[in-house]
T-cell receptor, first 115, second 112 residues
Framework: DAGVIQSPRHEVTEMGQEVTLRCKPI?????LFWYRQTMMRGLELLIYFNNNVPIDDSGMPEDRFSAKMPNASFSTLKIQPSEPRDSAVYFC?????????????FGEGSRLTVL | AQSVAQPEDQVNVAEGNPLTVKCTYSVSGNPYLFWYVQYPNRGLQFLLKYITGDNLVKGSYGFEAEFNKSQTSFHLKKPSALVSDSALYFCAVRAGANNLFFGTGTRLTVIP
């Protein structure tokens, strides 16, 4: 398996623009997570899905952020409008619930810079 | 609420010396504990986990971790550090049905 695939790896945009980050989880995994990593706040869970259904979005900073999972092999995290404080590395991770051991598999991340 | 704490932002160790990266936890019920490693510009990689059983857990790249219930600790260890072990290490605890709460991370630098 190719692992969790994220795109783009790097995104530079201007304040006010819409940003869409994409994630393809590992085939067969039924959980998908979006994390954000910054120097100041470390790793923060934004939202996670189980069987394509959002379970907990309490970590989403504000209404400018939205996430979807239209099918088992694809998810998006959208920021509209973007702001400089959204600059961070965004990670997608997936896991398989059988056994409930909770091991997550991470993608390489999408580094977002908002100017 | 489940949480972990990593008391050291930075750990420096000489190559060939044993290393320890500390983690303490706070959970209700049985803890599911994890260690992940992050190399520069990469995603997090799973090292090892404690679910139940032996208190000494062995993982990837020669790392091991010791679960200590009385001290609520789960320290990461390696008998002999390599320069290539230099990275950011995260302790994590299962915080819900299947998600993880991560500590703030400890940067390990192995000095040649």
């Amino acid at each position: 398996d190719a692992g969790v695939i994220q795109s783009p790896r790097h995104e530079v945009t201007e304040m006010g623009q819409e940003v869409t980050l994409r994630c393809k989880p590992i085939s067969g995994h039924d959980y998908l997570f979006w994390y954000r990593q910054t120097m100041m706040r470390g790793l923060e869970l934004l939202i996670y899905f189980n069987n394509n259904v959002p379970i907990d979005d309490s970590g989403m900073p504000e209404d400018r952020f939205s996430a979807k999972m239209p099918n088992a092999s694809f998810s998006t995290l959208k920021i509209q409008p973007s702001e400089p404080r959204d600059s961070a590395v965004y990670f997608c991770a997936s896991s398989f619930s059988a056994g409930r051991s909770g091991e997550l598999f991470f993608g390489e991340g999408s580094r977002l810079t908002v100017l | 609420a489940q949480s972990v704490a990593q008391p050291e932002d930075q750990v420096n160790v000489a190559e060939g010396n044993p290393l320890t990266v500390k983690c303490t936890y706070s959970v209700s019920g049985n803890p599911y504990l994890f260690w992940y490693v992050q190399y520069p510009n990469r995603g997090l990689q799973f090292l090892l986990k404690y679910i139940t059983g032996d208190n000494l857990v062995k993982g990837s790249y020669g790392f091991e971790a010791e679960f200590n219930k009385s001290q609520t600790s789960f320290h990461l260890k390696k008998p002999s550090a390599l320069v290539s072990d230099s990275a950011l290490y995260f302790c994590a605890v299962r915080a819900g049905a299947n998600n993880l709460f991560f500590g703030t991370g400890t940067r390990l630098t192995v000095i040649p």
